[in-house]
Every structure is written in C-alpha cells, then in structure tokens.
C-alpha cells in the first residue's frame, strides 16, 4: 500500500472514522481538506441499487447546476452553413463541419463538448469510433443533437452536464470547484442528487441509493447521511 503524504494524513484526520456527514457539513469538509496548489474540482459518487446491464435499469440524465461548474468549457459544434452565426454569437469555441470532421478523424480532440444537428448526424456519425471512447459523441438524450445550436451552447457553457452510471452501478460527476463557497457546493450537488432520484427505473427494487460520497481532486472521500438529502 503506497504511504500517506504529509497533505493526505493531514485530511484524513479531519475527517471521523465510520461516520456519515450531511450533505451541508460534507459541502463544508471539502473545502477544507482540499491542499493542492490549482483550484481542484468537487466531484460526487453516487453508487445506486440497479443493474445497468439491464437496459430497463440504466440511469442516464441530465442536470443543471445552478452554479454551474466553474470550469471553462470548450464546445465544438458542427452544423450547417446557416446555423454557424447563431452557434459563434452563443458562445461556440468552434464552429463548423468537413473540416472539423477531417481534423477529428486526424486525431484532433481538444474539446470538452461537440453538439451537432439531425441533419449532419450521417457525416457525424463516422466518428463514433473515436469520439465514443472520449465520451464525446452527441446524443439526443443528452441534447447535444438539437437543431436549436444556439440554446444547446447556452445551456453547456451555463452548467449543464449529462451523466450515467457505469457498469458498478456509480454515477460519478463534478459539482464544481474548491474554490466555490460550501453553499453553492451543496446547491449542486443537491441538483444532481434530486435528478438521480428522479431517473429511478420502475424495474429497480431495493434501496436505490447505496451510498453517496464527496471528493476533491486527491482528497479522501467523504461519505454522505442519505436521509440528510433533501427530496431523495
């Protein structure tokens, strides 16, 4: 097992052995075990009773966080001709289509988020084998297929991110960032937290929530009081 650093014994310590915090003390916790020299992001594991090898048990969705997630987003759209002025005037990093779509199939992948359109998901489509292991491919479900580009860029670059559970059962996302204050922390988190529970399948029996945890980059985990969680 590899040793503790100073920092990582340091955090540790601040947090008790076996016990479950709530949701607003974990929001706080976080901040203060956090030691690295960047901004560090504030990411929550939700691991949930379902079985996503069943198609009836994925849960997939998306989340708006009302403070969105203090990273700067970079957005890729590839449209057609006449939609290019209202994706630039949006706030798209990059706007386009062949040529785009040449430089991905070179290897190019220096974004954060690609939204497309109906229309172009034939040319699109093609570069699922390389988009697809990046988590970069656009998808309806997540309304990065639109023919509204302009709303779509809108919404990614004001906080909006898609998540779905892996195969373990986890849904792991960013909530923002240390920096934040422990109240917009929670309110995120919170947001994520009120949709999963919203996204629970018919098919899934039991408990849904197994057990929630909040992080920050290379801070231990601190594990959530589900009851704590207001509307879950």
């Not at 970079?74 to 990059?94: F, H, S």
């Not at 489509?125 to 580009?149: A, D, F, Q």
Request: charge should be positive; hydrophobic fraction near 40%.
């Amino acid at each position: 097992m590899a040793r503790l650093t100073k920092n990582q014994k340091a955090a540790l310590s601040k947090i008790e052995a076996n016990k479950a915090y709530t949701l607003q003390d974990a929001s706080s916790l976080v901040k203060e075990l956090t030691n690295t020299k960047f901004d560090s992001s504030v990411d929550i594991d939700v691991r949930l009773g379902v079985d996503p090898r069943k198609a009836n048990q994925m849960v997939r969705g998306i989340a708006t966080l009302p403070h969105g997630t203090g990273k700067t987003v970079r957005v890729l759209v590839l449209c057609t001709p006449d939609k290019e002025q209202e994706a630039k005037d949006a706030g798209a990093d990059y706007v386009g289509l062949d040529d785009y779509i040449a430089k991905i199939e070179g290897g190019w992948t220096d974004v954060d988020i690609i939204i497309t359109m109906p229309s172009v998901m034939a040319k699109v489509g093609r570069l699922g084998r390389i988009l697809g292991p990046r988590n970069l491919m656009p998808n309806p479900k997540s309304g990065t297929v639109t023919t509204e580009v302009g709303k779509a860029v809108n919404e990614v670059k004001g906080g909006k991110i898609d998540f779905k559970v892996d195969k373990t059962g986890i849904i792991h996302t960013s909530i923002g960032k240390a920096s934040f204050s422990a109240e917009k922390i929670y309110e995120n988190a919170l947001e994520v937290l009120q949709v999963i529970s919203k996204l629970k399948p018919s098919a899934a029996k039991g408990t849904y929530f197994k057990s929630i945890h909040i992080s920050s980059t290379m801070s231990p985990g601190i594990t959530i009081e589900t009851k704590s969680v207001a509307g879950i």
